[in-house]
């Protein structure tokens, strides 16, 4: 499970950039490396305003041990080879929150904390073609969890120039959909927007597809840049918290191999 760790990103890190950061790596799938990138991505899930984030991009790999980006969130934990192309493992980490009072249409809204997460994921990986599917748990009562399933294929790989195409769905439990997409009778009183009582049960949460392009120079350094789309599902969707159901998104970086 060889993902990028991005942890700046905000709120939407965990879910609109979270194919395409899967992606983003030097073409040599073994090697470490450590970056930084710029991301041009709406102010949370669900909002029609963008701006320009930092993305830290680091992966480590020792042994079993291993940081990086699994089901949309930064983590640190064991991976193991389960014979042929198939590997699994498991993983704890940290989920960022969100401040309402930061987003006009939120404000009067439940803020939601950082919290702790922890599962396990399963990757099949042959050839250009790999396939994944991670589960994290939210280790805050009521938070819920998500499951994650992604499918990533190289499509051009010529000298230094990779190119790889992503595609991704997630789905929430009623908890994690509730937390992000709902709106209890009390916050719909506070709502500065006046946002009407919602309640958002589990369903399938958004579906991404990005392309992420690398190249890799001779001292280590080499050149991302993404370009994707992303679509919200099902109650997601519908929220009175959802301002635009999709759009696109974008992120140029650099990174070092060691």
């Known amino acids: 499970m060889t993902m990028p760790f991005t942890r700046a990103c905000g709120p939407l890190a965990g879910s609109c950039l979270a194919a395409c950061l899967a992606l983003a790596a030097p073409a040599a799938p073994a090697q470490n490396f450590i970056g930084v990138g710029a991301a041009y991505v709406p102010e949370y899930e669900g909002s029609d305003e963008y701006e320009f984030k930092p993305v830290p991009l680091v992966r480590y790999e020792r042994g079993n041990f291993f940081i990086s980006r699994v089901a949309g969130a930064p983590a640190l934990g064991l991976r193991w080879q389960l014979g042929g ?17 930061d987003y006009d249409r ?11 997460v922890g599962g396990a994921f399963l990757r099949w990986s042959q050839g250009p073609l790999g396939f994944s599917v991670a ?47 709902g709106v209890s009778q009390r916050e719909s009183q506070r709502s500065r927007a006046g946002l009407r009582p919602y309640e958002a049960s589990s369903g399938f949460k958004s579906a991404t597809v990005a392309a992420t392009w690398t190249y890799g120079f001779d001292n280590g350094i080499s050149t991302i840049a993404t370009l994707g789309a992303r679509t919200l599902l099902g109650d997601a969707r519908d929220s009175p918290v959802t301002e635009r159901r999709g759009g696109a998104f974008g992120m140029v970086g650099l990174s070092y191999a060691f």
């Open 85 to 101: 192309p198939w590997s699994g493992g498991v993983f704890a980490g940290l989920q960022d929150g969100r401040d309402a009072d």
């Open 135 to 181: 589960y994290r748990q939210a280790l805050k009562s009521g938070y819920g969890g998500i499951l994650a399933l992604d499918a990533d294929y190289r499509l051009y790989q010529r000298g230094r120039s990779t190119v790889t195409l992503g595609v991704g769905t997630q789905w929430a439990s009623s908890d994690a959909m509730d937390t992000y997409f």
């Open 106 to 116: 939120l404000k009067g809204l439940d803020d939601i904390d950082w919290h702790g």
